[in-house]
């Protein structure tokens, strides 16, 4: 059982077309992070969201960080086959330091 | 820098068998992972360490054990091999802790791919 619940799992879709992920859980985050992995080789920082309904924005991703801190999603616009790969977001869970990974989302894009 | 470094990248273990993974940072970070991942999933904690000398088990620690005697070094040793081990792991380090204000990042090795037979 993943502390962090990420959904879909999976995600098929064309180029063009818009989605979302979502990060879920029961608890509270002091902050949470997005990645983004290709096949082979370790998770990369997309972004980091610290406050409560915070939204930013990279490029054709938006992400949003929830008003009571206990989810997030991910859009994306206008998909391209570019942005195939495995979604992640990390957040803190519970007290100490246990800094934990959803299951991932992965996306593929098809031209 | 050479950041996070794991090895070996590959290794192939009989049921039964010991080993231990190696990971070294030169970041002078505080705050170090391992993590492992199966095919197509995210990752899952195994230990953490928040300092030299301080360990802490993850969310699957069972069958694992770590040191953490340099601010360096954060091995991960596999007692007694097990098919359900086989997966990638990853050793990751960050300077502060996960209460990021800043775009502050986990630096991540190239994992090691383990298979168990």
């Known amino acids: 059982t993943q502390l962090l619940e990420q959904s879909p799992q999976f995600l098929s879709i064309q180029e063009g077309e818009n989605l979302t992920v979502y990060c879920n859980s029961s608890?509270?985050?002091?902050?949470l992070q997005w990645y983004r992995q290709e096949p082979g080789e370790g998770p990369v920082l997309l972004v980091t969201?610290?406050?409560?309904?915070e939204v930013k924005k990279l490029k054709r991703l938006t992400f949003q960080f929830g008003d009571a801190r206990k989810d997030s999603s991910l859009h994306i616009t206008a998909a391209q086959p570019g942005d195939t790969g495995l979604y992640l977001c990390?957040?803190?869970?519970?007290?100490?330091?246990?800094?934990?990974f959803g299951g991932g989302t992965r996306l593929m894009v098809k031209p | 820098n050479a950041g996070v470094t794991q090895t070996p990248k590959f290794r192939i273990l009989k049921i039964g068998q010991s080993m231990t993974l190696q990971c070294t940072q030169d970041?002078?970070?505080?705050?170090m992972y391992w993590y492992r991942q199966d095919p197509g999933m995210g990752l899952k904690l195994i230990y953490y360490?928040?300092?030299?000398?301080?360990?802490d088990k993850g969310e699957v620690p069972n069958g694992y054990n770590v040191s953490r005697s340099t601010t360096e070094d954060f091995p991960l040793r596999l007692e007694l091999a097990a098919p359900s081990q086989t997966s990638v792991y990853f050793c990751?380090?960050?300077?502060?802790?996960?209460?990021?204000?800043?775009?502050?990042?986990?630096?991540f090795g190239s994992g090691t791919q383990l298979s168990v037979l």
């Open positions: 990390a957040g803190e869970v519970g007290a100490g330091n246990m800094l934990t």
């Open positions: 608890s509270v985050f002091s902050s």
């Open positions: 969201v610290v406050t409560g309904g």
């Open positions: 970041m002078n970070h505080n705050y």
């Open positions: 360490s928040v300092g030299a000398g301080i360990t």
């Open positions: 990751a380090s960050i300077q502060s802790g996960p209460r990021w204000r800043t775009n502050e990042k986990l630096f």
